[in-house]
């Protein structure tokens, strides 16, 4: 069982950053990649950074450039820095685990870029 917590959210104006944070805890060792994802109103879920690990990250094209993912092992935070945000990045952010044989999500933090 792995519990994700996120935070960092809120409103900010276009060209502005945000750093979003996701405590983990729990059994933590068979996580296979920590990532993000974000949700619009009216769209499906999509991958916005993943990083296995052991392996490289991933980005979402719409934001590579700008997103950086990051870990932080020794607080079980794995974070997702977001810089020159723009009003299409507008969406509620999940932390997901990625396991052999499951995924577990955070509650979602919301992110509105104002233009």
């Known amino acids: 069982q792995v519990q994700l917590v996120e935070s960092g959210g809120g409103l900010v104006q276009a060209g502005g950053s945000l750093r979003l944070s996701c405590v983990f805890t729990?059994?933590?060792?068979?996580?296979?990649?920590m990532g993000w994802f974000r949700q619009a109103p009216g769209k499906q879920r999509e991958l916005v950074a993943r990083?296995?690990?052991?392996?490289?990250?991933n980005y979402a094209d719409s934001v590579k450039g700008r997103f950086t993912i990051s870990r932080d092992n020794a607080k079980n935070t794995v974070y997702l820095q977001m810089n020159s945000l723009k009003p299409e990045d507008t969406a509620v952010y999940y932390c997901?685990?990625?396991?052999?044989?499951?995924?577990?999500w955070g509650q979602g933090t919301q992110v509105t870029v104002s233009s």
């Open positions: 997901n685990a990625h396991g052999p044989f499951w995924d577990y």
């Open positions: 729990g059994s933590s060792f068979s996580i296979n990649a």
């Open positions: 990083m296995p690990s052991g392996g490289d990250t």
